[in-house]
């Protein structure tokens, strides 16, 4: 899962034959190590090609040269690193993808080694190398055309990279929680991508399962015990599936018994039709990634547990099918929550809250987390308001809000966040009910997250709505898949900033 293209750490050495890759800043300045390795006739060349090229080493810029004169590689790659100060900041997962994404061969070099000569640190190169695998992340097992022994389209990125650096043995120990990082992205990927005839919830409770390999508790609900705890908001979703309803808890335990924990929670919608509140046909396939706030779930948990992260961290996903039928919930409907509030269906295609709910519900009643965050493809009106750049943010505690926006600001999976005021709470107040699951077309993505707040009490919370980031997601040097894994580096982040033990 950590991508196709196995990455080697190695001490520098001199490049020859096949491809490399080597970094300039604005000025076609090279490192100490890579002035000597090229030589006066090999700067000549390159500084001639980039003028002609009108390349400038300007940042993710890059420069390709073929049987490059008095230089002892077949292909060279020059990657812009653009100014100092860019040099200072830069996205180092981002400059690993835009490497790969200009390799041809089969086991390329880079020399990873910085133009004024300062080693690159061992957090840089363990991001450069999560850059390299998200970028290798392909998902094609469906397709039919020929495979080489690997299972992998021949050709298709390179089988291994051997990254040249200063000081290979930590660069290797900033691997290891890179891999575990890319490896969460990419089963996040690869849940989202799969069709909903393979996917439904309770495949995809099975394949949870597996995270027990890395000690991960795994605890699978079912629609008999749900129904007994109370859980009628989300069984009222699923009700027009011919598959169960299922709850997955994830429990991994990195800190001591007593430490309380950090709790994320999973909308997992496998299919979402709009139940008899059906969705128009028109790009109805791609209702097939609205689990994508339960995968990432799982791949932030799968990431902790392989790194063996200091931290009590919670995971609960809510999977169901919303498909019309005639034992499907209709408009009109009322149903109790877990809570014991009571919900008025306006809309059944307004049902990832409805799921949300009775999860945030269990999860602070039953662990008391420090914090929950929960993910979801929640609202189309969030990509209205801030298209594929950000995910939209809601909470109810500034410092957990404050950490998310500079965790996304590090990582690069940015969030923007909206307000969460009492006024909006009129729009979902109901004649019949405590509170309806909609409040009609104004605001749509702010009342969807005033519905979720009343069941999460005191409990410091965030709400994502990944809507835009997590599926039909936008490409980026770091990814070439439909579903994006958006979230796990986030909260990963978020999680090794603050949550951690000494």
Do not use: C
Request: aromatic share 6%; no cysteine.
């Amino acid at each position: 899962m950590s991508g196709r293209t196995k990455v080697e750490f190695k001490d520098l050495v001199r490049p020859e034959g096949g491809e490399a890759v080597i970094f300039s800043d604005e000025n076609l300045t090279f490192s100490p190590f890579v002035t000597e390795w090229l030589g006066e006739a090999g700067l000549k060349f390159v500084r001639r090609a980039a003028k002609v090229e009108k390349f400038t080493g300007k940042a993710r810029k890059t420069l390709v040269l073929a049987a490059p004169q008095g230089i002892a590689v077949d292909r060279l790659v020059v990657v812009g690193l653009g100014s100092s100060k860019d040099i200072a900041g830069a996205d180092w997962a981002r400059l690993g993808g835009v490497s790969l994404s200009r390799l041809t061969s089969s086991e390329p070099a880079i020399v990873l080694d910085l133009p004024a000569g300062e080693p690159v640190t061992a957090e840089a190169a363990g991001d450069f190398a999560l850059g390299l695998a998200l970028r290798s992340y392909r998902f094609d097992r469906y397709k039919t055309a020929p495979k080489d022994e690997n299972g992998d389209a021949p050709g298709d990125v390179p089988q291994t990279v051997t990254v040249l650096l200063a000081d290979a043995a930590a660069a290797r120990n900033a691997r290891k929680d890179a891999k575990a990082v890319a490896q969460g992205v990419n089963l996040a990927r690869e849940f989202v991508n799969e069709p909903p005839n393979v996917l439904n919830p309770e495949e995809f409770a099975r394949r949870v399962g597996e995270l027990s390999q890395l000690d991960v508790a795994v605890e699978v609900i079912g629609e008999k015990e749900l129904a007994e705890l109370g859980f009628r908001a989300l069984l009222g979703v699923g009700r027009g599936s011919r598959f169960e309803s299922q709850v997955v808890v994830l429990r991994w335990k990195g800190a001591s018994n007593d430490e309380q924990p950090v709790a994320f929670v999973g909308k997992g919608v496998t299919f979402d039709t709009g139940g008899i509140s059906i969705k128009p046909a028109a790009s109805m396939e791609d209702m097939k990634g609205d689990m994508a706030g339960a995968a990432t779930v799982v791949g932030l948990i799968h990431a902790l547990a392989r790194r063996k992260a200091k931290v009590n961290a919670i995971g609960v996903i809510g999977l169901v099918e919303n498909m019309p039928d005639g034992k499907a919930q209709r408009p009109g409907d009322i149903v109790t929550s877990l809570s014991g509030k009571t919900i008025e269906i306006i809309n059944t295609d307004a049902e990832g809250r409805l799921v949300l709910a009775d999860l945030l519900w269990y999860t602070q009643d039953r662990f008391k987390p420090r914090f929950i965050v929960n993910l979801a493809t929640l609202t189309g009106a969030i990509i209205v308001a801030l298209g594929q750049e950000n995910a939209g943010l809601f909470s109810n505690d500034d410092e957990l809000s404050d950490r998310l926006t500079k965790a996304g600001r590090a990582t690069g999976e940015t969030v923007w966040r909206l307000p969460l005021q009492a006024e909006y709470d009129k729009l979902i107040d109901s004649k019949f009910a405590d509170v309806k699951n909609t409040g009609g077309r104004f605001a749509g993505s702010i009342t969807a997250a005033q519905f979720l707040q009343r069941f999460v009490n005191d409990t410091p919370w965030a709400h994502l709505d990944i809507a835009g980031t997590g599926m039909a997601a936008k490409q980026t040097d770091i990814n070439q898949s439909w579903g994006s894994g958006w979230g796990v580096r986030l909260l990963n982040r978020l999680v090794r900033d603050h949550y951690e033990a000494e």
